[in-house]
């Protein structure tokens, strides 16, 4: 008693998963701004300053990063 007679009990299915390696993102172009600009050093590092940024500071900061 208690069973469904004629039913075939269902046995597990397992899909096929795959890992794939996230891409990353295409960059989006820059919209110009005036005075402002987009330094792009080796190794993908961006450096973005606008016209009143420090040029002492701006020169210590490349040291490091370049």
Avoid: Y
Wanted: net charge neutral; aromatic share 4%; proline share 12%.
């Amino acid at each position: 008693m208690g069973k469904l007679g004629g039913v075939v009990p269902a046995l597990p299915a397992f899909a096929e998963v795959r890992v794939a390696a996230v891409a990353a993102p295409a960059p989006q172009p820059a919209t110009p701004t005036p005075g402002f600009i987009c330094i792009e050093l080796p190794g993908g590092v961006r450096v973005s300053v606008d016209s009143s940024v420090d040029a002492g500071a701006l020169a210590r900061v490349l040291s490091v990063l370049g």
